[in-house]
């Protein structure tokens, strides 16, 4: 097992080594103008840090209005602060965030674009337990650092079924994540299929 997972260490260095080099040339065959646009990656990074950013402080003032709410009586500001950071800490629903129901792959591809947003310090990603005792796992923006956060490595298996179940246990119905369109792999539509 150790070395399947050093081999895919590799392969996935080389790979990015790839990427990159594709990615000079074009830029160079494409001129300065190409090297402005966003690639389909970084766009989705960009939707998917936006999304959390929004979600996140939707979720950070309906709490707050919930705590206020069941409060006796008015909140001294130190009280107030000390709320407000416990309810930064706690983040979102990782699941109805990242989850796209409509779409396993758009799922998975979620996924890993956040991947990358946990790398670079802007996102952070965790497993709670609710008041029911069952784990949970939350993400929440967080605030980039100078230096780049210690790296780690996680694994995700997530198969079609596990999807399914998990979007059924979490009562999914809408992604936070828009769901994207416009795939050039996407099936012709009905209109457009020619009848034979």
């Given at each position: 097992e150790r070395k399947q997972m050093e081999d895919m260490e590799v392969k996935q260095e080389e790979d990015e080594e790839e990427e990159e080099?594709?990615?000079a040339q074009a830029?160079?065959?494409n001129?300065?103008?190409a090297a402005d646009k966003l690639s389909a990656v970084e766009q989705s990074m960009k939707v998917i840090s936006k999304t959390l950013s929004k979600r996140c402080k939707e979720e950070e003032i309906s709490k707050m209005k919930a705590v206020e709410e069941s409060a006796s009586g008015p909140m001294d500001?130190?009280?107030?602060?000390k709320y407000i950071k416990n309810i930064k800490k706690e983040g979102i629903c990782a699941v109805k965030y990242m989850f796209n129901p409509k779409s396993f792959t758009q799922t998975v591809e979620n996924i890993f674009h956040f991947s990358f947003l946990v790398k670079k310090g802007a996102a952070g990603i965790k497993v709670v337990k609710d008041d029911n005792g069952h784990c949970r796992p939350m993400v929440r923006a967080t605030a980039r650092a100078d230096k780049q956060p210690e790296a780690r490595q996680t694994i995700v298996a997530l198969s079609m079924k596990d999807w399914?179940?998990?979007v059924h246990a979490y009562n999914v119905e809408n992604c936070d994540i828009p769901h994207r369109t416009g795939s050039r792999h996407a099936p012709p539509s009905s209109s457009k299929r020619r009848s034979t």
């Open positions: 080099d594709e990615a830029k160079e065959k001129g300065p103008a500001k130190e009280t107030k602060e399914r179940n998990m």
